[in-house]
């Protein structure tokens, strides 16, 4: 089992929400996003099973998108 790293984990205003940039050990970064009402706790975003994102700068960017209150 490949292991990832939290780089940074940015919490929404509201200290419910929060999502996580994590680096993968070829370098790849991906996303991990945590929602109290979701049950299953922090759930794996789509670009962490495949190649992921090149830098940490498009896993935000990414990470943008499905958190829209993420502004750093």
Do not use: N
Not at 26 to 53: I, K, N, T
């Amino acid at each position: 089992m490949s292991r990832k790293v939290v780089r940074r984990s940015i919490d929404a205003p509201d200290g419910v929400h929060c999502v996580d940039l994590l680096e993968g050990p070829q370098g790849s970064f991906a996303l991990c996003r945590r929602d109290p009402e979701d049950p299953h706790g922090w759930r794996v975003l789509p670009g962490l099973d495949g190649e992921g994102y090149v830098s940490l700068d498009k896993a935000r960017e990414a990470a943008r998108a499905v958190a829209p209150w993420l502004t750093r």
